[in-house]
């Protein structure tokens, strides 16, 4: 099958065609010619105005909910809805039922995994049932494609714990993903601790809870000379140790959300279980912070935190809700309204987050299997429910609107045109 895309600027920062208007044919999966102009019949043409194209996408936190909580999102609906938002890769959190804490469910995920469009990659849990008690079996589950390890949605509280995984995955230059809460620290709450929260007469959770733990983990990803990544990091004060860290040559990363710059907590004022999540929303400055952060090189990438929940879990009392948000579908569009360049999210998304968990980059040149998403960064739209792909509806985006269209990926020798 040939496959046409034409006049479309191609953004790829180790390419030499960057910033370069080009045809590119696609036949049979590889790219077989880049051109100025290509006259070549072809099965499919893909033109649009504005249209440009990059290597493919990659998020590296989504519950795809299988095995387990195939109610709220399988490996296909989910593989789907990564596809409708640009991502040819995508990191899976073990947080399923059972927890994906040994290698026969990491051969699962990747037995599954060759029937969709997409590449999933399997993140392996630390500890066992990801309970923050026992390492789990890492290395076997390496051995059988694990990317990196994380207990996912659950913060790894023990400090030893965390250590040994830490001078554990050095042995295969492992990377260790944390999401920083300290648990003990406004246990109960529900939302930012501030002015809003105090309004609203819900118990909040301080900032502090997550500063702590990331002060905590980077002198332990220090004193294990091992590789460690914060994801979902929602204070300026966290991001300001991170830079130090950095700063310092310790072996540290971060990622932050597409929901904390583009919501605060003023937002949840309309009691939105949409909105309840971990880490919550912080104020309007800090939401502003996180948004001039991503100019300055703190923050490496972005991660979706796709988590869908059933109708059930969000359609109830605020306090009751389970928190999380599906966000694959809206992510490119809520970071181009906020103001990142086109040019900076292809960076993070495809270069900085290969180069954190050691995989090869793709590339747009002869002879190259095309791993590739087609976008329109500047088209302005308004969500709607009826363009989710995923089996979940738990957006708070529905009805915002946003800004960069996403008009399908080419991987595998398949093109998924939304």
Not at 85 to 90: P, Q, R, S
Not at 174 to 203: A, F, K, V, W, Y
Not at 235 to 253: E, N, Q
């Amino acid at each position: 099958m040939k496959i046409l895309i034409k006049q479309a600027t191609i953004i790829s920062p180790a390419s030499p065609y960057n910033g370069q208007i080009k045809d590119i044919l696609i036949t049979d999966g590889i790219i077989t010619d880049i051109e100025d102009q290509i006259t070549a019949q072809a099965d499919q043409r893909i033109e649009n105005t504005g249209l440009c194209v990059s290597i493919g996408w990659m998020d590296m936190f989504a519950d795809f909910g299988d095995p387990g909580f195939e109610q709220k999102e399988n490996i296909e609906s989910g593989a789907k809805a990564a596809a409708a938002g640009g991502f040819t890769d995508i990191m899976l959190i073990p947080n399923s039922h059972p927890v994906v804490d040994n290698k026969s469910q990491i051969e699962y995920i990747n037995q599954k995994a060759k029937q969709v469009a997409i590449n999933i990659h399997p993140i392996g849990a630390v500890s066992k049932m990801a309970e923050g008690k026992e390492l789990s079996e890492m290395y076997d589950m390496r051995q059988s494609g694990a990317l990196a390890f994380s207990d996912g949605i659950h913060p790894i509280q023990n400090s030893g714990l965390i250590l040994k995984a830490l001078q554990y995955v050095k042995r295969f230059n492992g990377t260790i993903i944390q999401i920083p809460d300290d648990t003990s620290i406004g246990t109960n709450g529900l939302m930012n601790e501030g002015i809003i929260s105090t309004q609203m007469g819900l118990p909040g959770k301080p900032t502090m809870a997550e500063e702590l733990m990331v002060a905590r983990d980077i002198k332990l990803a220090r004193y294990a000379d091992s590789k460690l990544h914060f994801t979902g990091v929602s204070s300026p004060k966290s991001l300001d140790y991170i830079k130090r860290a950095k700063d310092a040559g310790i072996a540290v990363t971060c990622s932050i959300t597409p929901y904390q710059i583009y919501f605060c907590d003023e937002d949840l004022q309309s009691y939105d279980a949409n909105l309840k999540l971990n880490p919550p929303v912080r104020n309007r400055t800090d939401m502003l912070a996180l948004r001039q952060a991503l100019l300055d090189g703190t923050i490496d990438c972005i991660a979706s935190h796709h988590l869908p929940q059933h109708w059930d879990n969000k359609t109830c009392e605020f306090e009751y809700a389970k928190p999380g948000m599906i966000s694959l579908e809206t992510l490119f569009a809520v970071f181009m309204y906020c103001g990142l360049t086109a040019e900076d999210f292809v960076q993070m998304q495809t270069i900085n987050i290969r180069h954190i968990f050691g995989l090869p980059i793709p590339e747009i040149k002869t002879g190259e299997p095309a791993s590739l998403t087609l976008f329109t960064p500047t088209t302005e739209f308004v969500f709607e429910a009826s363009m989710i792909h995923s089996k979940s509806k738990n957006s708070a985006f529905i009805g915002k609107t946003l800004m960069g269209k996403v008009i399908g990926i080419m991987n595998k020798s398949n093109l998924q045109l939304n």
